[in-house]
């Protein structure tokens, strides 16, 4: 007679797993220190000649070193000049690194660019 199969012994249930200390808080990414010197965008000469304005939303995701890693147009000037003018500028700019706790982070922050000519 074949021998009968014999159940596995039943396995110990692991440990519950202790519950996840909170995350540390989150502080943003940020842009406007001043010490940062981030020069503002220059202005296109042509934007000028046709009296060009608008602001432009860029987001940014600002790497644990400060600097840009990635920029998205959010909103548009509706100048297309206008527009790549601030995504230039922003990709020089250094930034304050969002932080979790005492660690720098990877994060995304929202820059608003105003294109305004003086008299208007």
Do not use: C, H
């Not at 202790?18 to 000469?45: E, K, V």
């Not at 990635?70 to 250094?94: C, F, H, K």
């Not at 969002?98 to 990877?106: C, I, K, L, P, S």
């Amino acid at each position: 007679a074949e021998p009968a199969a014999v159940a596995p012994a039943a396995q110990p249930t692991p440990p519950a797993a202790a519950a996840p200390a909170a995350a540390a808080p989150i502080t943003a990414a940020r842009f406007d220190a001043a010490y940062l010197n981030n020069p503002a965008p220059a202005y296109p000469m042509l934007s000028r000649r046709l009296r060009e304005e608008g602001q432009v939303m860029l987001r940014v995701l600002v790497s644990p070193d400060g600097r840009p890693n990635r920029i998205e147009l959010r909103t548009s000037s509706g100048s297309e000049r206008l527009d790549r003018a601030a995504e230039e500028a922003v990709a020089r700019w250094r930034f304050v690194p969002a932080r979790q706790g005492e660690a720098a982070v990877e994060a995304w922050v929202l820059v608003p660019i105003v294109f305004k000519l003086k008299g208007n």
